[in-house]
């Protein structure tokens, strides 16, 4: 390695050393081999540097620019390296250490062999400003930062396990309809999108959110994606293939997502428009988003152990014709935000558009917030949904557990709409929810009090909560039950490849487990 290598490879390390103490704000870490070995690398975070560092900083960006041929600084072989000559040791005694020759060296040392490959910072952060238009894998141990709202169009992208995904504000991750996303994590190495603000200046709404894009059925005419500046034909969805496959999001964790594109425009958590039922989602977690947890535009997709704690709107929200199922969900409401644990609608324009929206929900824990600043409903189910619930823990929901609206008895009366087999507990006002005689009839005189007590239904209603107050613990909760397995009315899941068919029981954590499904892989930070 030449002197002049052996300089340039010094202030690279110097600027990486300013930056880890924070003299660039807006700059947070610099990955030291990458900064070496990859030119185009190293070319954007100097671009970065020069923008927003000071001017002592712009001015070692110079110096580095002026001595870089733009070429990777590998050396051929390890003892190339270690064999460093005279004249690069003495060119590095004239660097900014001067004549401090005891620390110069081993500086110096640190980062040639840094460009020998012998030392291996972790969580190298890599910016993506660019769309992904062929196959890409981000690689665990690396940090990946969406600068801007970024398609994967024409492509697949692979995250492994344990990568963290931070979006810095306006940005997003949309995969379109002929793309895939396969995020694989695992209980001990949970794939985490999150906030590239510092942990605990992290808020909802930092960052835009995940959106998957498919080509199974939806009832509404050329669809598009909530969230995109309308006629971007990259967020259109939707199509024949009931089981088109949008890829796989498994032991994921969604943060503090959910911008506003436009007025009532908004990204939510994780979007899914018209993905397919060989599409895969589970143990998936979405935190303190600004819109919805998650919303569903049509498609036949299915949920598996999902969490959706502290959304500013609707935990789950439902459109256009999802006909997917459920099984195994936690909604966590926060006291200070949110509406509805879920919002079921069909088509808001043709109330019995096919197909029709129809989801079958199963072992599934609403945990209300009660009597808190902001109160909430279980349920809202209007615009001519369907959809089947069974096995559910409805607690603490000051408002009411379930509110229908427009035509509701049809529903009802084809087995379109169904609700047995739920427990109730210490929500409305003495287990009722408000009247709606006269002015405030939104469903055509239909009464959900008195359906939810009809014979045969097997709902259990009861006065005090079904859940221990550490279910409204915002940063360490268990969604154990207090009622035990002999006092629950529960029915046997279908019997099918997709719903665990030992389930007998309400609420999504079974009473006699020693351990949760949640275990491992969930977080719920305040910031």
Known sequence: MSGHSALLVEKLWQLKRRIDKGACPGVE?????????????????LRRVASKGSPEMQTLVREIQANDTGEPLTAKSRDAVLAATPESRRAAKRSWLGRNTLLALPVVSVAIAAVAGFTAFEHRAIRIQSDIVSDTVWKTGNRYILEETVFVDGATLTIEPGVTIEGENGSALIVTRDSHLFARGQVDRPIVFTSSQPEGKRQRGDWGGVVLLGKAPVNQPDAAIEGLQEGDARGRFGGTDATHSCGVIEYTRIEFA????????????????????NTIVRNVQVHRALDDGIELFGGTVDLKNIVVSGA???????????????????????????????????????????????????????????????????????????????????????????????????????NTLSFSNNLLANTGSLGRGPDEAGSSDDDHGFDESQWLRLPGHDNNIRLESALHSAARDLSSPSF????????????????????????????????????????????????
């Open 29 to 45: 870490f610099v990955h030291l081999n990458a900064l070496l070995r990859e030119p185009g690398y190293r070319s954007d975070v």
């Open 258 to 277: 959910g911008f506003e594109v436009y007025r009532d425009n908004e990204l939510n958590g994780l979007t899914l428009g018209g993905c397919g039922s």
């Open 312 to 414: 500013a709107d609707d935990s789950i929200d439902w459109d256009w014709g999802w006909t997917g199922r459920v099984q195994f969900a936690v909604i966590q409401q926060h006291p200070d935000v949110g509406d509805n644990a879920f919002e079921g609608d069909n088509n808001g324009d043709d109330h019995n558009a096919t197909p029709r929206s129809e989801p079958t929900f199963y072992n599934v824990t609403l945990a209300g917030a009660g009597l808190a600043a902001k109160q909430h409903r279980g349920m809202v189910i209007r615009e001519g949904s369907g959809g089947h619930f069974h096995n559910l823990l409805i607690d603490s929901y000051a408002i009411e557990a379930v509110d229908t609206r427009d035509q509701v008895a049809p529903l009802v009366h084809s």
């Open 480 to 527: 154990a039950p207090r009622v035990q397995l002999r006092q629950m009315h529960a029915t046997p899941p279908p019997q099918s490849e997709f719903f665990d068919e030992s389930a007998v029981f309400q609420g999504a954590i079974n009473p006699l487990a020693r351990r949760s499904w949640l275990t491992g892989w969930t977080a719920f930070p305040e910031a």
